[in-house]
């Protein structure tokens, strides 16, 4: 599908911010259909070109950077310099959304807050994106996606219970925001389509972690405050009984959700179980020692033979792959979730595409991230700025 065909097909978003979060709004509006243009500062660019998952550099930009703002123009502008500052202003007049993560009071300083920014363009939606809310004293704290985990008690629902905090393995505080910003700016656009007038969306990491603990917050909220309790052995989730866990095979690893003790003791065979068959109460309170029944005895066939047993009978279970086996499985194929780009050097990237298909297709970028100010001036001549 191309970009013409989108929803979002003619709506033009100026994108201020850097690293991860707001880049991530910016991307999922951009595989919907919308015209981003990314500001850069000369030279250096986004911070986010030189922050590497690992040793792995295309032409000098990280891979990450190349992942997140694919599809997307550069603009280099010196937001210190009153001429690139004026140009900006003339083409957020233009624009539809802008989006922004700069620490709270450094976007005021630049004349380009909410209000000043509304004065001007006040049809503009507005998304902004901070660490820890607008007020409070952890305003003026680095809004960095470790330190929002660390913060949000989110790091003692990983692991078991003797690991101590245990992040999450992906920046999942940046991701959720990012996609929270962007459902809040849609609904945004859907109102301005109707009245004309734009609006302020606002999150931060912290609100966006707090949204994403909130079933296990909603326990904790209403049974006195008590803690979440990590099971001691293959522990998957604080507030599921057994069997709910992943367990070793002989060959590999068998992940297993909710299913009723009764039927798992009758498909495998554990005559351990069938104390705890009538006993539904005991699954949560005795969840440890019927895992390690259950472990002892997975251990010692295959996984595709316990597969094979479980799930013709509709068991909620699924062998754990790695990278290397999803990616070659054809469920993955059938997704067609991989694109072939060519970067700016002229060299060839495989990066996901969006998650979303609308009428049936799968937006595609149709331009790799591109280099910084790649698109300068094009955009100039093009807004005459």
């Given at each position: 599908?191309?970009?013409?065909?989108?929803?979002?097909?003619?709506?033009?978003?100026?994108?201020?911010?850097?690293?991860?979060?707001?880049?991530?709004?910016?991307?999922?509006?951009?595989?919907?259909?919308?015209?981003?243009?990314?500001?850069?500062?000369?030279?250096?660019?986004?911070?986010?070109?030189?922050?590497?998952?690992?040793?792995?550099?295309?032409?000098?930009?990280?891979?990450?950077?190349?992942?997140?703002?694919?599809?997307?123009?550069?603009?280099?502008?010196?937001?210190?310099?009153?001429?690139?500052?004026?140009?900006?202003?003339?083409?957020?007049?233009?624009?539809?959304?802008?989006?922004?993560?700069?620490?709270?009071?450094?976007?005021?300083?630049?004349?380009?807050?909410?209000?000043?920014?509304?004065?001007?363009?006040?049809?503009?939606?507005?998304?902004?994106?901070?660490?820890?809310?607008?007020?409070?004293?952890?305003?003026?704290?680095?809004?960095?996606?470790?330190?929002?985990?660390?913060?949000?008690?989110?790091?003692?629902?990983?692991?078991?219970?003797?690991?101590?905090?245990?992040?999450?393995?992906?920046?999942?505080?940046?991701?959720?925001?990012?996609?929270?910003?962007?459902?809040?700016?849609?609904?945004?656009?859907?109102?301005?389509?109707?009245?004309?007038?734009?609006?302020?969306?606002?999150?931060?990491?912290?609100?966006?972690?707090?949204?994403?603990?909130?079933?296990?917050?909603?326990?904790?909220?209403?049974?006195?405050?008590?803690?979440?309790?990590?099971?001691?052995?293959?522990?998957?989730?604080?507030?599921?009984?057994?069997?709910?866990?992943?367990?070793?095979?002989a060959d590999g690893w068998l992940a297993i959700a909710m299913t009723p003790i009764g039927l798992l003791a009758e498909l495998l065979e554990i005559v351990d179980l069938e104390v705890y068959v009538n006993r539904p109460e005991t699954w949560f309170k005795e969840r440890d020692h019927i895992k390690q029944v259950i472990a002892k005895?997975?251990?010692?066939?295959?996984?595709?033979?316990?597969?094979?047993?479980?799930?013709?009978?509709?068991?909620?279970?699924?062998?754990?792959?790695?990278?290397?086996?999803?990616?070659?499985?054809?469920?993955?194929?059938?997704?067609?979730?991989?694109?072939?780009?060519?970067?700016?050097?002229?060299?060839?990237?495989?990066?996901?595409?969006?998650?979303?298909?609308?009428?049936?297709?799968?937006?595609?970028?149709?331009?790799?991230?591109?280099?910084?100010?790649?698109?300068?001036?094009?955009?100039?001549?093009?807004?005459?700025?």
């Amino acid at each position: 599908m191309t970009d013409d065909h989108l929803p979002l097909s003619g709506i033009l978003v100026v994108d201020l911010s850097q690293f991860l979060a707001g880049p991530y709004a910016s991307l999922r509006l951009q595989d919907l259909g919308a015209r981003v243009i990314k500001i850069e500062r000369p030279g250096k660019g986004d911070l986010t070109r030189q922050l590497y998952l690992s040793d792995t550099v295309i032409d000098g930009d990280s891979t990450i950077f190349h992942a997140i703002n694919r599809g997307k123009e550069s603009l280099a502008l010196d937001l210190k310099n009153g001429s690139d500052v004026s140009a900006l202003r003339k083409l957020i007049k233009r624009a539809d959304v802008l989006i922004q993560n700069f620490r709270p009071g450094v976007i005021e300083r630049l004349n380009l807050g909410y209000n000043s920014v509304s004065s001007f363009a006040p049809h503009i939606v507005y998304g902004s994106i901070s660490g820890y809310g607008p007020e409070g004293p952890w305003v003026g704290f680095p809004g960095q996606d470790l330190l929002a985990q660390a913060r949000s008690g989110a790091m003692w629902l990983n692991g078991s219970a003797e690991d101590g905090p245990v992040p999450f393995g992906l920046a999942v505080a940046d991701m959720f925001a990012g996609a929270n910003l962007a459902q809040g700016i849609l609904a945004s656009l859907v109102r301005k389509g109707k009245t004309g007038t734009g609006a302020l969306v606002e999150t931060s990491l912290l609100e966006s972690m707090v949204d994403f603990q909130f079933e296990v917050l909603a326990t904790h909220l209403n049974d006195g405050g008590r803690p979440p309790e990590r099971a001691q052995f293959r522990s998957a989730h604080v507030g599921l009984s057994a069997p709910y866990g992943v367990y070793p095979t002989a060959d590999g690893w068998l992940a297993i959700a909710m299913t009723p003790i009764g039927l798992l003791a009758e498909l495998l065979e554990i005559v351990d179980l069938e104390v705890y068959v009538n006993r539904p109460e005991t699954w949560f309170k005795e969840r440890d020692h019927i895992k390690q029944v259950i472990a002892k005895r997975l251990v010692l066939e295959h996984t595709d033979h316990w597969l094979a047993i479980l799930q013709p009978h509709d068991i909620w279970c699924a062998k754990v792959l790695d990278w290397s086996e999803f990616l070659n499985e054809d469920a993955f194929s059938r997704l067609d979730m991989i694109q072939h780009l060519i970067n700016a050097a002229g060299n060839p990237l495989r990066l996901t595409r969006s998650p979303l298909r609308i009428n049936g297709d799968r937006g595609i970028s149709l331009r790799s991230a591109p280099n910084v100010g790649q698109d300068s001036m094009s955009i100039r001549n093009e807004f005459d700025l």
